[in-house]
């Protein structure tokens, strides 16, 4: 069954303390990693786009990596500012149709 | 350049009503996709809408339907509410190309409760 896994659930930061958040999926035919960003009371916005093994990607504080069977999203030195719950999908094809599929996030704090 | 706006942001109902959700999306955007967001199961697709037509379907039961119009503004609706369809409903917009891999833009959604 294809499946999308994020860990930690929650992670708390103190300023400045840099980390890493997990993806891991089993899908099959992957098409294109995502991540995206969501802030209480609003819909998610979009981050990176990851599609082989291998790939970076960066922005500001935040660099997104991909392996074959996980993703990476480093934060670099956060900033209160970047508390927020990441959101990683992974988009695959099943016959004719594609879907994508969403892990549950991880809810990060950043404290001051 | 407006983004993706849903309304309403919020809605109680009560048990066996029936409610209707519109979305409208970013201008040049033809493709619409609806989500159901609960803290237990996260984002769970329902359906994706382009040109008018259903694109793509998830596993959710016959009472989630939807349509979209001519300039691209969709809606959702769920007939004979259950207690379990409480949850933020988000809609989400991109131009729609059919190999896919598109960002999607997501509207702020319509929180509903169902008493």
């Known amino acids: 069954e294809d499946q999308v896994t994020q860990s930690p659930e929650a992670l708390r930061l103190q300023e400045g303390e840099s980390s890493s958040l997990n993806c891991s999926y089993t899908?099959?035919?992957?098409?294109?990693l995502f991540w995206y960003r969501q802030d209480p009371g609003k819909g998610p916005e979009f981050l990176f786009t990851l599609y082989s093994a291998g790939e970076e990607k960066e922005k500001e504080r935040l660099k997104a990596t991909l392996t074959k069977k996980e993703s990476f999203l480093h934060i670099t030195a956060p900033k209160p500012e970047d508390s927020a719950t990441y959101l990683c999908?992974?988009?695959?094809?099943?016959?004719?149709?594609?879907?994508?599929?969403w892990g549950l996030g991880t809810s990060l704090a950043v404290n001051p | 350049k407006a983004g993706v706006t849903q309304t309403p942001r919020y809605l109680i109902k009560t048990r066996g009503q029936q409610v209707t959700l519109s979305c409208s999306p970013i201008s040049g955007h033809r493709s619409v996709s609806w989500y159901q967001q609960t803290p237990g199961q996260g984002l769970q697709f329902l359906f994706e809408?382009?040109?008018?037509?259903?694109?793509n379907k998830g596993n959710f039961p016959g009472r989630f339907s939807g349509r979209q119009f001519s300039n691209s503004r969709s809606e959702m609706n769920v007939s004979t509410l259950e207690l379990g369809d409480s949850a933020l409903y988000l809609c989400?917009?991109?131009?729609?190309?059919?190999?896919?891999?598109?960002?999607?833009?997501f509207g702020s959604g319509t929180q509903l409760s169902v008493l």
């Open positions: 999908a992974v988009q695959a094809w099943a016959g004719n149709n594609r879907k994508l599929i």
């Open positions: 989400a917009s991109s131009r729609g190309q059919a190999e896919g891999n598109e960002k999607l833009f």
């Open positions: 899908v099959s035919g992957l098409r294109g």
């Open positions: 809408y382009f040109s008018e037509t259903q694109r």
